[in-house]
């Protein structure tokens, strides 16, 4: 088994909840209940889920932005929250991130080259000027954008060049792990392959391990090696993407991908159904039984008194369901 | 034979920038017949916006349609705007993408819901109310968890867009748009919300144009495709023929470029993974649109002549009842099936 770039034990993350008055007690929100997932160096996890699941808040966790309740996130062998102020800036060469909005994630005031160039300058201080010139020529080169770009504002460019800006940005400290939330779903279609060809390319040739988080089930089945189903805060189904995808055994991961329309399947064929559609919410705090048993559609007795633990399907594939 | 619903002919929609002009839509030509099923699809900047906006009469003061827009045999470039006001809601509706911004914050969904049935109808409060009541019910908000009183921020995404659904049904309009209801949800409300579309087209025989990226969706939902780039229709046809052939090579790519399960090669072990089919470049931006093929600088297929004339929307196959057409001096032969 090689090497474990980041693995995270039992992240708990919870948000306080407004108070409907000053007297009344404090509640919060359990949005994460007990994360573990595991990336192995120069592999790709693939996060999934609805809005609302936590794959957001579990990429800020990562990232060191927002400090879980509980658990731990290991990065490349730290625990990133036991560090110092001067630990965490060391480790955070090491791992980068890429966000969803190519528009908004760029300073439209700073040029490419002062963009670029902001993770050495405040990460790598005292990096002198020659030194800096090299590393912006080389990311950019590396996403196949021309040097000249380097004195262009970000208004000048378009949305996949925008976001092949933002991924040049996440190389330039040289990390080992790049976290990208939604990377690729501000971009229409034919950019959107553009931009995830380069990312593969990337990722091959400089050996990053990507935790690569996406609601479109056909952009983490292109890129990734390994997918975590997440369902209300937990993960509910972990494996390879193929098989996951093509054979999933926990009901919400078959609900998801049956939901996806496909071309060439005809015109829809459903059960029509009188029962109004409902949607599982957040529990306060933990509850008793599985969090999809609302809606689930194999619910036995058993589902309502006990919560479900992760069950292998195979050494490498486990699923959150008493039926898996 | 009856004449279409809708019939654009040779329609352009013009910009005015300063002094240039320039078009961001180029002679369209489609029809849409009652009870049919129409969908649009492009990427943005294809122009497929502009062409519902054009048929609601909403486009941007700086914008003016050229050409033939009829509407039920109505030219509705002639129309004055209180003959629109009649028009908008009653004989068409549209839903919108972003079901937060389209509904307004500070009215009840009750009030929203009743508002076209008393200004169109001149129904009284109490009837335009019921009638929202059943409405609710109708795209599935049931009482009493969905109560009239209710505004727009007590819902979820997929809660409103019903709202909004049930909005554009009130009056039961000739012609439904669709400028992708679904995008901003999440796969399994998308579902539920094409299931409660495809339901209310069944059961009214309104028209349906439906306006997407997603080449799913539209395979699902409609009868007609057309696949827009650059402000034209480059490929158009029954949905089954155009997806079994994909004629146009930009069609094509689009498929390609898309990760569908269909369109993703199987991985095998010990391999690396397979990429994507990128289609190179970008769209050109609509002031500098070329005066040949605008797919040729991104075409693989591209030849002398693509780059000498812009190829006009010309049949393909006459087999079936449904022409097929292409905007390709070079179509491509059928696909070998996925």
């Known amino acids: 088994m090689s090497e474990v770039i980041l693995k995270t034990t039992d992240l708990v993350r919870e948000y306080p909840m407004p108070r409907p008055s000053i007297f009344s007690k404090q509640t919060s929100l359990r949005v994460l209940h007990g994360v573990s997932i595991e990336l192995a160096a120069g592999r790709s996890l693939g996060i999934v889920g609805e809005s609302g699941s936590g794959k957001s808040t579990l990429a800020r966790a990562v990232m060191g932005l927002e400090r879980p309740q509980s658990g731990e996130v290991n990065i490349a062998g730290s625990n990133i929250y036991a560090l110092d102020r001067a630990g965490l800036r060391e480790a955070r060469k090491g791992f980068q991130a890429i966000f969803q909005d190519p528009y908004g994630s760029l300073d439209p005031r700073h040029t490419v080259r002062t963009i670029i160039s902001e993770p050495i300058v405040s990460l790598e201080r005292g990096i002198a000027t020659p030194e800096r010139n090299r590393r912006i020529a080389e990311v950019l080169e590396a996403v196949g954008l021309p040097i000249a770009s380097a004195d262009k504002y970000p208004h000048e460019f378009s949305g996949g060049q925008r976001q092949r800006i933002a991924i040049a940005r996440a190389l330039i400290t040289r990390p080992a792990l790049i976290v990208a939330d939604e990377p690729v779903s501000a971009l229409d279609v034919s950019i959107q392959a553009q931009v995830l060809n380069l990312m593969m390319d990337l990722q091959e040739r400089l050996g990053l391990s990507y935790l690569f988080i996406s609601h479109d089930l056909g952009v983490v089945r292109a890129i990734t090696d390994r997918v975590a189903v997440m369902h209300l805060g937990r993960i509910v189904e972990e494996g390879p993407t193929g098989a996951v995808f093509d054979n999933p055994r926990h009901p919400y991961t078959q609900a998801l991908v049956a939901a996806v329309p496909k071309p060439f399947s005809g015109r829809r064929k459903r059960v029509r159904s009188d029962a109004p559609p409902q949607t599982p919410v957040h529990t306060a705090t933990t509850a008793v039984g599985c969090a999809y048993a609302a809606v689930c559609p194999l619910r036995q007795e058993i589902c309502l008194t006990q919560t479900p633990m992760a069950k292998p399907v195979t050494p490498a594939w486990s699923a959150r369901c008493h039926f898996a | ?338």
């Open chain 2, 1 to 338: 034979m009856t004449r279409p619903l809708l019939q654009m002919t040779g329609m352009s929609v013009e910009l005015s920038a300063g002094p240039s002009r320039v078009d961001i839509i180029s002679d369209v030509d489609l029809e849409l017949n009652r009870g049919e099923r129409l969908g649009i699809v492009g990427e943005s900047g294809s122009g497929k916006s502009m062409t519902a906006l054009a048929v609601m009469g909403l486009l941007p003061e700086r914008m003016r349609v050229r050409g033939e827009l009829l509407f039920d045999g109505r030219n509705l470039a002639g129309l004055s705007e209180a003959e629109y006001c009649g028009y908008r809601g009653r004989r068409a509706a549209m839903i919108f993408q972003e079901p937060m911004t389209a509904l307004n914050p500070v009215k009840s969904i009750g009030a929203q819901i009743a508002e076209g049935r008393r200004l169109h109808l001149g129904e009284s409060k109490t009837d335009a109310e019921n009638k929202a009541r059943a409405l609710l019910d109708r795209v599935g908000l049931p009482a009493p968890r969905f109560d009239l009183d209710l505004y727009p921020h007590q819902l979820s995404g997929g809660q409103r867009q019903r709202v909004m659904i049930a909005m554009a049904i009130a009056c039961e309009p000739d012609l439904l748009i669709a400028d992708e209801p679904t995008t901003a949800l999440d796969v399994t409300v998308q579902a539920q919300i094409l299931d409660l579309i495809d339901d209310l087209i069944e059961d009214t025989g309104t028209a349906l144009m439906l306006i997407t990226h997603d080449l799913g969706v539209v395979s699902e939902m409609t009868d007609r495709i057309a696949v827009m780039y650059a402000g034209r229709i480059i490929e158009t046809g029954r949905t089954d023929d155009v997806f079994a052939r994909m004629a146009h090579p930009y069609a094509r790519g689009l498929f390609a470029a898309s990760p569908h399960g269909a369109a993703l090669q199987p991985r095998r072990e010990g391999e690396g993974r397979p990429r994507l089919n990128a289609i190179p470049g970008i769209v050109p931006d609509p002031f500098s649109r070329p005066t040949h093929c605008s797919f040729a600088e991104r075409c693989s297929f591209a030849e002398a002549d693509c780059r000498r004339a812009i190829p006009p929307l010309d049949l393909i196959n006459t087999e079936g009842h449904a022409p097929h057409r292409a905007a390709c001096f070079h179509p491509r032969e059928r696909m070998v099936a996925p």
